[in-house]
């Protein structure tokens, strides 16, 4: 980081806090604080749903996951379309015909107050780890390759961000989204295109597409019904679309962010440009870690991205180890070089074979130099995370990008951290006043609403920078964030659906039925975690809708019959 980057950096996130602060200082009603004076306009709500979803998360660890597993993780987003549609014709209209403030004042005028409460909490715990995730996973990667201070930098990306949420609520979560978002398209866009001038005059563009698939990384569907494929077609369409149904449908961050529309056509409108934008925009993101792949096949790179484990190991007793394996890694790198180097042809199949076992040979060293780095950090009880996805394209950027455009990315990274932690914690202060506050304590002034939404939105921003303060980096951070939605959102869901279709279940049965259906799946999470069996989180979100679904249907014809029985 030179002074050009720093001065980029900080122009571009100052800028965005004090705007979004000074646009919406003037934010004092209910109305104006909680849904942002009903003036959004389609645009504005489709890019203000896109960054709430597309968290720091999203720009460090997508491009990692498609460097080391291909384009196959874009099957995930697949669902997305159908759900949007289903939410345009469904969710939203119900939802402006009641004229609530968040989707879980609906349940209580469907089934009952402890319905409520219970999808209340239920939200509040998942969206609140997840708030502590998002300004985490930047935060550690950062502190890691930058050598700045973890918990530091939590607080920093945490106090930016509650400074103007507290200060415009809703309004100034969508104004500022608006430039986030430009902020983090150009960098993207800018990062692309380099890395495709940096590759060699004879590597085109399309050359370079098939270097990536003689590798297995253009692999984007797979059809298969094989549950260890964690990502297949239907996994996407159906857990995907149940994922995303309870995420857009029912997640306070979301609702939030389409209820601000200024009517429901201007919702429907703007939850469809995200459900068209969004496969595209995470197809490019993958892309751009497919080209980074392509890179590092004319460029020397490290056995491990994270500086951390390498720093580790090589300090231990097993550096020797890691070094014979950094020194077949670089043989394994010149040949393969060479060969590409000799005017590359796309229909040469033996090349084609040969790149295919390089890099299968590759994969092999670097599997091998994790269990080196494990035993490093076991022998000096230390944890050092050894998978590495998280941290590739961030040592592409500051290896590799020309001074100036090091500060946008990074500044790309923090946006998009910034973005949807303001959404997050904008809807956690909304569920705490409106669903457990002022339904318990009764009705309340609207000047006094807005201040105490205010302070808990306070209060909520210091639960998440404690959260980030005191979180693990998991196998990969967006892999964890969809994890914890998959564990509460199918019973979510469940309750909605079952809200909306199914007028002869009644509040008492489905609430029996929500509290069985997450003990049993957070069971079914933990069995499949331990090994024990083997069910992919993306199906957590349909199997906790069915059983959701099933038990109240159960425990509703159960009371009847006793009833009829007396």
């Known amino acids: 980081m030179e002074l050009l980057d720093w001065l980029v950096l900080g122009f571009t996130l100052v800028t965005i806090v004090a705007y979004g602060t000074w646009k919406t ?35 460090l660890s997508t491009p990692g996951q498609a460097f080391h597993d291909g384009m196959g993780f874009v099957q995930f987003y697949f669902g997305l379309p159908i759900a949007m549609v289903i939410i345009c014709m469904v969710f939203i209209p119900l939802y402006h015909r009641l004229n609530v403030y968040t989707a879980y004042e609906f349940l209580e ?50 106090v930016l961000v509650i400074i103007y949420t507290v200060s415009g609520g809703t309004k100034a979560v969508s104004v500022t989204q608006k430039h986030q978002m430009a902020v983090i398209f150009g960098g993207m866009f800018t990062a692309f295109f380099l890395i495709i001038s940096y590759l060699p005059e004879d590597i085109t563009f399309s050359n370079a597409l098939h270097i990536a698939g003689a590798s297995k990384k253009m692999n984007i569907l797979d059809f298969s019904f094989d549950l260890e494929n964690r990502y297949t077609v239907w996994s996407g369409l159906i857990g995907g679309t149940f994922l995303a149904l309870s995420y857009f449908g029912t997640d306070q961050s979301q ?14 409108l703007g939850l469809m440009f995200n459900g068209l934008l969004k496969v595209p925009m995470q197809f490019f993101i993958l892309l751009v870690g497919v080209m980074v792949f392509v890179f590092y096949q004319f460029n020397p790179s490290p056995l491990n991205f994270n500086p951390l484990a390498t720093e580790t190991v090589m300090n231990s007793e097993y550096a020797k180890d890691y070094v014979a394996l950094q020194e077949q890694q670089t043989a394994l790198f010149t040949a393969k070089k060479d060969a590409l180097a000799n005017n590359y042809r796309k229909d040469d199949v033996r090349l084609n074979a040969y790149i295919l076992e390089s890099n299968t040979k590759l994969d092999s060293l670097r599997v091998l130099s994790k269990s080196y780095i494990k035993k490093a950090a076991e022998a000096q009880n230390v944890s050092v995370e050894t998978n590495d996805k998280d941290y590739v394209f ?173």
């Open 25 to 59: 200082r003037n934010s004092r009603s209910v109305q104006d604080y909680v849904r942002g004076g009903n003036q959004s306009q389609w645009w504005t709500i489709g890019l203000s749903v896109m960054a709430t979803q597309a968290s720091a998360i999203t720009f």
């Open 109 to 158: 005028k469907r089934f009952d107050l402890k319905t409520r409460t219970l999808t209340a909490i239920l939200f509040l715990i998942q969206r609140g780890l997840a708030a502590g995730i998002t300004i985490f996973a930047p935060a550690i990667i950062l502190s890691v390759v930058l050598g700045w201070n973890l918990t530091l930098l939590n607080i920093i990306i945490g």
């Open 255 to 268: 609702v939030q962010r389409y209820l601000s529309g200024k009517s429901v056509r201007e919702m429907q």
């Open 394 to 566: 961030i040592h592409f950027i500051l290896n590799r990008l020309p001074r100036g455009l090091i500060g946008l990315l990074l500044a790309v990274i923090l946006s998009a951290a910034m973005s949807s932690t303001a959404s997050e914690l904008n809807a956690l202060a909304t569920t705490t006043t409106m669903d457990l506050y002022k339904r318990n304590v009764g009705e309340v002034p609207s000047d006094s609403t807005v201040k105490i939404t205010k302070w808990f939105t306070l209060a909520w921003g210091i639960v998440a920078i404690i959260i980030a303060c005191v979180a693990y980096l998991a196998d990969n951070l967006i892999q964890l964030v969809n994890i914890i939605g998959s564990i509460f959102y199918g019973n979510v869901l469940g309750i909605f659906l079952l809200a909306f279709f199914f007028k002869q279940v009644k509040g008492s049965a489905v609430f029996t039925a929500a509290l069985i259906t997450q003990v049993i799946v957070i069971t079914l999470f933990l069995l499949d975690f331990f090994e024990y069996i083997n069910l992919p989180y993306l199906w957590l979100n349909f199997v906790g809708c069915f059983i959701v679904m099933a038990l109240s249907f159960i425990l509703q014809q159960t009371t009847k019959l006793n009833k009829y029985a007396r």
